[in-house]
């Protein structure tokens, strides 16, 4: 038997023992930005949804200026917003181009985050090219330093792909649930095509032709498309990883795979029929099976067709359109705002990164020989409450969300998000007899480990008995490093299947 010879970099502080993640944070989060060009590097660094590690520090908005669809899904009911971009909810309300830009320049002088508009319903905004390219016109000319994005079902996109390159569009969002027409028959019952109701499998076919034709014609023009898909168990959920590998093979730049939503009470074919939701394990079983295959997204929040501010919380009452009518704003004062907080955000960006691939600060280089060995400890998942700027810096009692990062030998990992009620404030029950812990502690199922910035005793003891085991020794340090060394700490002390007493330190 040969034994393999390794050469390696340890620390004397920590010795990984066989490679992994040395001293920095590493996992989807730096890697996502590695290797990309300075161009798409530029395109992507500060979009909240195109890059995992800007979604801490960037805002977005959608201007609700496209009522009209012209398919039919059967997880949508259009009195609430476009599933392709949203979870349901009523949209507050349907803007004229010249008010959507009013809001855009209101929004972008009071949010200084503010990154991104995005136009994604509240029904197709390529079924309403007249008031969608209308709001573009406007926006790239009163705030040319905003980031134009459209999502669309793709049926109309051929032929709008001339004009989205003229409005300088870099991304493009289409929702892909399929490849395949008998696939589609079961997602959409009919489509609006040349003028004429199409059903079936005939129009699932012409839509995923669209949808096809429309990914090679913008990746052609050098613009990022995002792919969406929406995860519908017993239907596409198997599919999708083809759907990843397709659209990956024609240059689609990031797959979201997405779990469907239907709640009978939204009046949605799949809801009244009752077919269900996958489970997070599940969602997070098909990510990890797709990702072999491209980039995934993790950290979306299913936004609504008119959402505003960091992904994850939603500001639109601040700035209804009364409330922005009655707003005065120095417009150029606001963009040396967002000027300053966009240098200030890419430089800790930077820094992140290059912290994430420096070697450890008192490294040494050891080499040995000794046989190739298993990876070390098995993964953990920790929750995170923040509140933005990519470090752990949010109180438990105030979380509305929590991160949930996978923690390996390899990395950190972002797998997704989990949406809780506060804590504090309002009745200790949610309205349907469950005590508020107890819904936070469900909605955490299968984190060991929450970190928060601090934490109240009782809360602290009802995540204890349940087997999460709250930290506040991290408060205020970046998020995967934080992470990875609980993991550490962890593995130090036997709880993962032990870094082994007799393993080899330099
Ligand atoms: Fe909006 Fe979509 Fe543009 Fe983002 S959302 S149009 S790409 S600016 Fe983002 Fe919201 Fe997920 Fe969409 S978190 S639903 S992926
Ligand atoms: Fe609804 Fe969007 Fe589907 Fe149209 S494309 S039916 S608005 S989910």
């Given at each position: 038997m040969s034994l393999q010879t390794t050469e390696q970099t340890v620390s004397?502080?920590?010795?990984p023992a066989g490679g992994g993640c040395g001293a920095g944070s590493c996992g989807s989060t730096a890697s996502q930005m590695n290797g990309l060009s300075d161009e798409v590097r530029a395109k992507v660094q500060d979009h909240p949804c195109y890059s995992e590690d800007a979604h801490h520090y960037f805002a977005r908005m959608h201007a609700a200026v496209a009522p009209a669809c012209n398919i039919q899904c059967n997880y949508c009911n259009r009195k609430y917003d476009c599933a392709n971009e949203s979870r349901p909810g009523v949209v507050s309300e349907v803007l004229t181009p010249e008010q959507a830009v009013k809001k855009t320049l209101a929004v972008a002088a009071h949010i200084p985050q503010m990154s991104v508009l995005g136009i994604a319903g509240p029904g197709d905004p390529l079924a309403n090219p007249q008031r969608t390219f209308a709001t573009f016109r406007q926006l790239a000319e009163k705030a040319p330093d905003i980031k134009l994005c459209v999502s669309t079902n793709g049926l109309a996109l051929p032929e709008c792909v001339d004009e989205l390159a003229r409005h300088n569009i870099e991304h493009v969002t289409i929702t892909i649930n399929c490849v395949d027409p008998d696939i589609g028959a079961k997602i959409y019952p009919w489509i609006f095509w040349k003028n004429q109701r199409v059903r079936g499998r005939e129009a699932a076919a012409i839509l995923i032709e669209q949808q096809q034709k429309g990914l090679e014609m913008l990746v052609a023009r050098g613009i990022l498309v995002k792919v969406n898909s929406v995860m519908i168990p017993g239907v596409n959920d198997e599919h999708l990883k083809e759907v990843s590998r397709i659209v990956k093979a024609k240059g689609a730049f990031l797959h979201n795979v997405m779990p469907l939503i239907a709640e009978p009470e939204h009046g949605t074919f799949f809801g009244l029929m009752g077919q269900r939701s996958p489970t997070a394990d599940e969602l997070k079983a098909l990510q990890d099976a797709c990702e072999g295959n491209m980039n995934m997204m993790r950290h979306c929040r299913q936004c609504r067709a008119d959402a505003v501010g960091m992904?994850?919380?939603?500001?639109?009452a601040e700035f209804t359109m009364e409330k922005v009518e009655a707003m005065e704003i120095d417009h150029e004062a606001a963009l040396a705002r967002r000027q300053a907080f966009r240098e200030k955000a890419n430089a800790e960006l930077e820094a992140k990164r290059a912290r994430a691939h420096a070697?450890?600060?008192?490294t040494q280089v050891v080499t040995f020989h000794r046989p190739a060995r298993k990876p070390q400890g098995r993964p953990v998942l920790m929750a995170v409450a923040t509140k933005g700027s990519g470090v752990v810096n949010e109180h438990f009692g105030y979380a509305r969300e929590f991160l949930v990062y996978e923690a390996t030998e390899a990395g950190v990992k972002l797998i997704g998000h989990r949406k809780t009620d506060k804590y504090c404030g309002g009745s200790e029950t949610c309205g349907d007899g469950e005590s508020r812990i107890d819904r936070i502690i469900r909605a955490l199922e299968g984190c060991e480990v929450v970190l928060c910035s601090r934490i109240g005793i009782e809360p602290w003891g009802a995540l204890e008995a349940a087997g999460i085991c709250p930290n506040?020794?991290?408060?205020?340090?970046p998020v995967e490093e934080a992470v990875m060394a609980v993991w550490r700490s962890l593995l130090e002390a036997g709880k993962l299947g032990g870094v082994g007493q007799g393993e080899r330190r330099a």
């Open positions: 004397p502080a920590f010795a992904l994850g919380e939603d500001r639109g070697p450890a600060p008192t506040v020794e991290h408060a205020m340090e």
